[in-house]
């Protein structure tokens, strides 16, 4: 950008934007919940988020700010989908093993020996 005299525009934004350049903030990559998920509920969605929220802050420097809001969008879709997938495997986990538990407590060992 250059002004009327052929000069460089310095606006103060190190990136040299200006008032042309990435409106605001960049939006939340999510990645503490993209890590969250992927500890404690599901490792393949999780990665998925991870992978996705480590891409917002470059598209955003890169000046492409409608993908970096698709990435923000994207990391925080795989975060809730691990976040859900991890619980329904949780509960189906605790049922079967409860249900295995009262199983073994009912079977009577003297009737097969």
Same mark, same amino acid.
């Given at each position: ?26 939006? &939340? ?22 992978? @996705? ?22 990391? @925080? @879709? ?14 189906? &986990?605790?049922?079967?093993?409860? &249900? ?14």
């Amino acid at each position: 950008m250059t002004d009327n005299q052929g000069l460089p525009n310095y606006s103060g934004d190190p990136q040299g934007g200006g008032a042309s350049g990435n409106p605001g903030p960049p939006p &939340s990559n999510n990645l503490v919940w993209a890590i969250l998920t992927t500890i404690l509920c599901c490792l393949p969605f999780g990665i998925v988020s991870i992978v @996705k929220s480590t891409q917002v802050n470059s598209l955003w420097a890169q000046g492409q700010t409608a993908a970096a809001q698709e990435a923000a969008d994207a990391a @925080k @879709k795989w975060a809730i989908i691990a976040a859900i997938v991890g619980i329904v495997v949780n509960i189906v &986990s605790i049922i079967l093993v409860t &249900s295995l538990g009262l199983f073994a407590a009912s079977v009577d060992v003297n009737n097969y020996r």
